[in-house]
């Protein structure tokens, strides 16, 4: 089965840490390039961050580059997203997107993110 699967969501305090997973099967995923985008509550579609199938080209949106670290193991089959100094507006449902020629055409069901004290 073709699918993507996030872990790794949970409540954590400001100034905490997390690691989100994204498990991918089905598919030969060391081939695709690989996006994690967030929503926040009420709010439309983020793409925070992507990285290209022999992971050494990454992105980040200007505002998280030093907070994020986006990485995947393809031995794993598993793309993470490595979030420090975390804040409340981070807070949102965060999904693993696969990306082919520019359509986003596979979706996890996201992890949600809640940052509070």
């Known amino acids: 089965q073709v699918q993507l699967v996030e872990s790794g969501g949970g409540l954590v305090q400001p100034g905490g840490s997390l690691r989100l997973s994204c498990a991918a099967s089905?598919?030969?995923?060391?081939?695709?390039?690989m996006y994690w985008v967030r929503q926040a509550p009420g709010k439309g579609l983020e793409w925070i961050s992507f990285?290209?199938?022999?992971?050494?080209?990454?992105y980040y949106e200007d505002s998280l580059k030093d907070r994020f670290t986006v990485s995947r193991d393809d031995a794993k089959n598993t793309l993470y997203l490595q979030m420090n100094s975390l804040k409340p507006e981070d807070t949102a449902l965060y999904f693993c997107?696969?990306?082919?020629?520019?359509?986003?055409?596979?979706w996890g069901q996201g992890t949600q993110v809640t940052v509070s004290s």
């Open positions: 997107v696969r990306d082919v020629q520019g359509r986003n055409d596979l």
């Open positions: 089905g598919f030969s995923f060391t081939s695709y390039w």
């Open positions: 990285i290209n199938g022999g992971g050494d080209i990454t």
